[in-house]
């Protein structure tokens, strides 16, 4: 199984940026497909983005294109979350995933199966 560890969570006020980190710790992992995606307490899990490292190739949730964006260092397996304006809306636990893909354009939790712990990003108004 692949050691996925995220940081950079925290409290932010409404308007406000973070950037996640993911490192992954096993190469087989970091060189594939390595995806970002968040459960808010009662919802499901939904996924926000989604990169294909060796080609950087990126996919995003259609509704928060143009405001989250995912990007990598080869050179550290780090795979970062940016977030910008981030809303009360966006509050919620943040997880990367690795060992997966993106199917028909789709960032789905369903096709990843290496996951890390999760980081807390909370955004208060």
């Known amino acids: 199984q692949g050691q996925l560890v995220e940081s950079g969570g925290g409290s932010v006020q409404a308007g406000g940026s973070l950037r996640l980190s993911c490192v992954v710790s096993?190469?087989?992992?970091?060189?594939?497909?390595v995806g970002w995606f968040r459960q808010a307490p009662g919802k499901e899990r939904e996924g926000i983005a989604a990169?294909?490292?060796?080609?950087?190739?990126?996919f995003y949730r259609d509704s928060l294109r143009g405001r989250f964006t995912i990007s990598q260092d080869g050179a550290k397996n780090t795979v970062y979350l940016q977030m910008n304006t981030l809303t009360p809306e966006d509050t919620a636990m943040y997880y990367c995933?690795?060992?997966?893909?993106?199917?028909?354009?789709?960032?789905?939790?369903?096709?990843?199966?290496?996951w890390g712990q999760g980081t807390q990003v909370t955004v208060s108004s």
């Open positions: 096993e190469s087989k992992y970091y060189g594939n497909c």
């Open positions: 990169i294909y490292t060796g080609s950087g190739t990126t």
């Open positions: 995933a690795a060992d997966g893909r993106v199917v028909a354009g789709s960032v789905n939790p369903v096709n990843f199966h290496s």
